[in-house]
Nanobody, 122 residues
């Protein structure tokens, strides 16, 4: 089992920046990829970013590319999500996920954190 704990959520103004962190524990030697998804009120969970544990290849949807940056610290079993130029519609619960690269950005990911709330004010 892998446990994931997110931190860094809060309130930020539109156009501002906020960093989110996710630390993995447990069977971390099995980590292949980690990622972030978000779920706004009344909406489905949406892919935000993912990173392969080995090699560090990153993946983003068009909606956040060039504004969000995901990075990893293999020594700390952690990933960071740097979020710049945020928009009010990006208010959501941001959840960390871990699994194989092909599913880590989907709701089929095996491991999930509880999520951290981010509110972007207009």
């Amino acid at each position: 089992q892998v446990q994931l704990v997110e931190s860094g959520g809060g309130l930020v103004q539109a156009g501002g920046s906020l960093n989110l962190s996710c630390v993995a524990s447990g069977r971390t030697f099995s980590l292949l990829a980690m990622g972030w998804l978000r779920q706004a009120p009344g909406a489905e969970r949406e892919f935000v970013a993912a990173i392969a544990w080995s090699g560090g290849n990153t993946y983003y949807p068009a909606s956040v590319k060039r504004r969000f940056t995901i990075s990893r610290d293999t020594g700390k079993n952690a990933v960071q999500l740097q979020r710049n130029r945020q928009k009010p519609e990006e208010t959501a619960v941001y959840c960390c996920a871990a699994d194989e690269p092909r599913v880590v950005g989907t709701t089929e990911a095996k491991y999930w954190g509880e999520g951290t709330e981010v509110a972007v004010s207009a």
